[in-house]
């Protein structure tokens, strides 16, 4: 499961406040994603990294920014949390072709 | 743009049978076609997948089927069993753009015993 744990687990949050979720993985893999999974919609890619420092937009990327400043820990940040970002956040690691999902973030914003 | 168009959304299916989801894709340039199994509260877990050269891959009760003609791919699940009941996900990338995955809607399926 390329070794992939995400914190927090659950947070509730109020709009317009800033927000980071965190994605750690344990298998130095170079590729990693943020997507968020929401009824109807499956799951849709927000952000990615193709290594440190490298990162590039997905197709749902507003008001989300990342940074990855070890090959470990890739970060999603919602600068002013919008009740549309309420979600369940999943980060993944690329071994090969495959992609392997951390557990999630459930994200509430009031 | 859905890119990738999944189908049913919910199935019901009676123990011992067979499952069938059905995926349609746009993008040519698809070269990665996984299918994901998602139970409530979980992270989607990677269930099989295939890349376009071949027509059919099978893993135990699980089988792909691959059209590449009609840009159509399906999920196989003989002897259905209560425990298969989850959401399936089925997806597409490029590894050329970052093998950043599309997915499909989703399909919840229930198997009863």
């Known amino acids: 499961d390329a070794g992939i744990t995400q914190s927090p687990r659950h947070k509730v949050t109020e709009t317009g406040t800033p927000v980071t979720l965190r994605c750690h993985q344990t298998e130095n893999h170079r590729y990693m994603y943020w997507y968020r999974q929401d009824p109807g919609h499956g799951l849709r890619l927000i952000h990615y990294?193709?290594?440190?420092?490298?990162?590039d937009k997905g197709e749902v990327s507003d008001g989300y920014s990342v940074s990855r400043s070890k090959t470990e820990d890739f970060l999603l940040t919602l600068e002013s949390a919008t009740s549309s970002q309420t979600s369940v956040y999943f980060c993944?690691?690329?071994?090969?072709?495959?992609?392997?999902f951390g557990p999630g973030t459930r994200l509430t914003v009031t | 743009q859905q890119q990738v168009k999944q189908s049913p959304q919910s199935l019901i299916v009676q123990k011992g049978g067979i499952s069938i989801i059905n995926c349609a894709y746009e993008n040519t340039a698809f070269d990665y076609f996984p299918w994901y199994q998602q139970f409530p509260g979980k992270g989607p877990a990677l269930l099989i997948a295939i890349r376009p050269d071949v027509s059919e891959k099978k893993e135990g009760r699980f089988t792909i089927s691959f059209n590449k003609s009609a840009k159509q791919f399906s999920l196989h699940i003989m002897d259905s069993q209560p425990g298969d009941s989850a959401t399936y996900f089925c997806?597409?990338?490029?590894?050329?753009?970052?093998?950043?995955?599309?997915f499909g809607e989703g399909t919840q399926l229930t198997v009863n015993p």
């Open positions: 990294s193709y290594g440190v420092k490298d990162t």
């Open positions: 997806a597409a990338s490029q590894e050329t753009s970052g093998s950043r995955l599309t």
């Open positions: 993944a690691a690329r071994e090969g072709y495959e992609q392997y």
